[in-house]
């Protein structure tokens, strides 16, 4: 065999691997998949509606219509499960009416929903010392503050926590000093403190 000569069946080859090269696939990326669509809820003309929705109910909530804007909360909740604005507005309609007990049910849930939302917390802290449990309110705005450390009502509203303990703590010193030493006068600094707003 010359060294210029290929064995036919080289040559086949050859010519396999060629005609191969020339059909592989080329390096362009597979085409992107359709976007999903959004469920209906999420169309902008039931955002519209939905927010249409909430001004409704905040308006009756300023009405003092509560019933009212608690049964159109309740209607939106039920479009929008997971739609924390609300819930959250009906927990204040709730508190506003002074149903406490189902606006500390409200706000817990929405809260064990909704963790990152400093103003759960702090609506839910308000209600717990509306209730003088200032150990729970407490716990709640450290939620709130650690949600958001800039969150200034969680930050007032801890000072006041604080301030109302001090007060009791400084009764407590009253009580058993018999009214002598500087509770008296740290008490009053307090309430004077407190009488602020």
Do not use: C
């Not at 064995?7 to 085409?31: G, I």
């Not at 204040?92 to 929903?113: F, I, K, N, P, Y």
Request: no cysteine.
């Amino acid at each position: 065999m010359s060294p210029r000569s290929l064995p036919p069946v080289a040559l086949v080859y050859a010519f396999a691997a060629a005609v191969a090269f020339a059909q592989a696939p080329s390096t362009k990326p597979p085409a992107e998949p359709p976007p999903t669509p959004l469920p209906a809820e999420y169309s902008d003309d039931a955002r519209r509606a939905f927010a249409a929705g909430l001004r409704e109910a905040r308006e009756l909530v300023a009405q003092k219509r509560y019933d009212a804007a608690i049964a159109r909360l309740d209607a939106l909740s039920r479009e929008r499960p997971r739609e924390p604005q609300a819930r959250f507005l009906r927990a204040v309609a709730q508190s506003e009416a002074g149903r406490h007990d189902d606006a500390l049910a409200t706000l817990t849930a929405l809260a064990a929903d909704f963790p990152e939302l400093p103003e759960v917390h702090n609506n839910l802290a308000v209600v717990h010392a509306a209730r003088g449990n200032l150990e729970l309110a407490k716990a709640e705005l450290d939620l709130a503050i650690a949600a958001s450390p800039d969150y200034a009502p969680a930050i007032e509203n801890l000072g006041d926590v604080y301030a109302r303990l001090a007060a009791r703590q400084y009764e407590r010193a009253i009580a058993l000093e018999k009214g002598k030493g500087a509770a008296p006068a740290k008490l009053k600094l307090v309430r004077d403190a407190l009488a602020v707003r």
